[in-house]
């Protein structure tokens, strides 16, 4: 009798190799690839030549207020464009007023739909305040753990009222790396906080007493924000923390490379437009970048038109993707979909409708988000490294964003834990969702 | 024994009512829409309180060329931005050499893809040369025929070269509306065609002496494309022709709202992005452009960041919103997904994110199409209008925007024709796709 493997799909095209091959998975990680295996497995998929990839990433999403938007014919807290301070004092209620069951229930939906849509690795910022503390960080470390079989959490503790601004928030910070969170969490010192070094100066003092890294939301916008970037990198190589900060949004390296003039921080997302006649600004704070080794996310609900994603790849610098928003109060948009959301990418930024900047998107939501979680080392399609894949009904990751068709299989650690829509284990309702 | 009805939609959300209806089908025609219908239906199907809408309308596609762009891992001619000079020699390269059994089969193949999607009603161009003639006019002609019972379709005769440039075009164009062809079509008199007021009055002529109804493409921008617009009106106001004219595209629209400065004719689609400082050049022209009652469709993959569909709706001119392209050599993207593509919009578009822009948005694939093909009469949901219906897998047009879901049912005249991503009459195959 031939040997057999746990796992094999047969006739998958994996874009490092450029060619159709079969894939062995044993014991959870890929075991061979060849263009064709004579041994067969306990489980054969058929790709049919369509792209198998590692499993995607969504490196920045709020998955404790998703789905806060729904129940009604309208979608709430949508009549207008977000008021940031308005959808921060709406996030304290909603998190003060909300039964947690319920919180855990929502969060634990939308994992399900991540999964399905081939995320398997993502970093989700998760709520405290001096009022509920960590018992939103608990809330979605149960989650991590129901699903810890499908997907891969990162937790970041994410102060939203501001430290600056709500006292109590940086015990919760502090507290919440013993409840669960990996990460310290933040956002805009300048503006919202007030008190630019002070602000980072604690985010660094917290995270380092834990040892934990730190990804923070930077909206902060024009010279604001690049002053704000600058000093987190100068900061992060002050405490040798170098890799190991992230700064989320960060619109204002869009401002820097459109030379955007004026100082216009503290605005929402979206794209400011015009293009002023200033130098560009990024060039000088790019090296400092590089030496912090700083690390950026985008999200396609707000990424600016003018965002340099390839001049920031270029530069040897990490730039991945989350898709932030569930349906929830801060953005009635969201579907955990990362190749949804590269469509809208390749249609809405300038310049990445093309072969090669369907390519950049497509690395946005796999290799880059791998790097940003630390991952890479462990990440592609390659014998030894964990059974992470996604089989497509696409020929390549070209294809993949622009038919954006449900992947056929995803398989977590060598396990197919999601088929065509559904979530393994549960059955298809006629509409397809479940 | 209950009488009965043909069909029964029960519990389906419709909008105009504002409220959870059950819809009755006779013969093809909504026959009653009561609260709650004590009849039974020969088939009942249940909405489950979800949203019941119209058919909805693509009012701008080439299905003709769909498909093109595939084949290959990498898209093809997708390599760098489109060239329109390049991708008309493109074009009727492929026209020439393609087979006509080929073609039709790609149409067929699409046709089936937009009624799967819940696109009941549209408008597609076909492409005319004095090389091949009528040849494609006819073999879209034979494709609306296989569908007739589907979908409804109108065909533009578009001569695609520019009737100044390929003088052989004005005659098939003539040839084509006895092939099957409903409208004349055309491109850019001013720069394209080089003569303004001459290629309008050929198509005038054209036009008139088929009583056929006109739409042309208008990508000229600026101060040029505003100028072809008000000459396209007042050509149609000479000839008698309020209300059977479109303008397609019509970036100029967005410009001049916007103050776009200088004269930047002749450019592909996309936004240009700054505003300048001249006043707004779209007052004057609105007054033109309602007087020949001019219509206008945008494409998602085109339309300018700053066009004014809100603006254009108030002022009670006609509005409609088309895909354009399906894998094609103009443009790699395309589904022929109407709501996908206002997907796209709402995160594109300056302005369309909130609740009443996606309202906004689902009238430009519902109403304004409806409108623009002149159907508004025989359009919606109410007693006696042809039962051509979607039963959305979402609340409201706005959670069906949000969503991007798959249409549950699709019904033309009372025929269920797609059901959960496949046409009717065809098992969905593992991965959901036929």
Chains 1, 2 share one sequence.
Not at 213 to 218: E, P
Not at 384 to 397: E, F, I, M, Q
Not at 423 to 430: D, E, K, V
Request: glycine share 12%; with cysteine; net charge negative.
């Amino acid at each position: 009798m031939d040997s057999t493997f746990d796992v094999l799909i047969r006739n998958g095209y994996v874009v490092a190799q450029e060619a159709v091959v079969d894939i062995a998975i044993d014991d959870g990680r890929i075991a061979a690839i060849r263009p064709e295996i004579a041994e067969s497995g306990d489980t054969e998929l058929d790709a049919r030549g369509d792209l198998v990839s590692p499993g995607l990433v969504d490196a920045h999403v709020h998955l404790d207020m998703a789905l806060s938007a729904t129940g009604d014919r309208r979608p709430r807290n949508n009549e207008r464009r977000t008021d940031r301070i308005d959808a921060i004092e709406r996030t304290a209620a909603y998190f003060a007023e909300t039964d947690g069951e319920e919180i855990e229930a929502r969060v634990r939906d939308v994992a399900g739909r991540a999964v399905t849509n081939g995320v398997l690795h993502l970093r989700t910022h998760a709520y405290v305040d001096s009022e509920v503390g960590t018992d939103i960080v608990e809330r979605v470390a149960a989650v991590r753990e129901a699903f810890d079989d499908r997907l891969d959490v990162e937790i970041v503790a994410f102060p939203q009222g501001g430290i600056g601004r709500d006292e109590g928030s940086a015990d919760a910070l502090r507290a919440a790396l013993d409840a669960g969170a990996d990460l310290v969490g933040g956002l805009d010192p300048a503006t919202l906080n007030g008190d630019r070094t002070g602000t980072i100066e604690t985010w660094f003092d917290i995270a380092t007493d834990g040892d934990a890294d730190v990804d923070v939301h930077i909206h902060e916008r024009g010279d604001t924000g690049t002053d704000t970037l600058r000093a987190l990198a100068e900061a992060t190589i002050d405490r040798g923390y170098e890799g190991r900060v992230t700064a989320s949004h960060a619109y204002a390296l869009a401002d820097a490379a459109t030379g955007l003039d004026g100082d216009s921080s503290g605005d929402d997302g979206g794209d400011r437009g015009g293009r002023g006649d200033r130098d560009d600004q990024l060039g000088d704070a790019m090296e400092t970048f590089t030496a912090a080794d700083l690390r950026f996310v985008t999200c396609y609900g707000s990424t600016p038109r003018g965002m340099p994603i390839r001049r920031v790849h270029d530069a040897g610098l990490v730039l991945a993707h989350g898709t932030d928003q569930v349906h929830d109060m801060w953005g009635a948009h969201g579907n955990l979909n990362a190749i949804e959301a590269m469509l809208v990418q390749s249609l809405k930024l300038d310049g990445y409708a093309t072969n090669d900047g369907l390519a950049c998107l497509w690395r946005l939501i796999t290799t880059e988000g791998a790097s940003l979680l630390g991952r890479a080392e462990d990440y592609g399609i390659e014998a030894g490294t964990p059974a992470d894949l996604v089989v497509h009904d696409a020929r390549s990751p070209q294809w993949a964003i622009l038919e954006r068709n449900d992947p056929r299989y995803v398989l977590k650690n060598g396990n197919v834990v999601a088929a065509d829509g559904s979530l393994a284990g549960t059955r298809p309702s006629p509409s397809g969702r479940e």
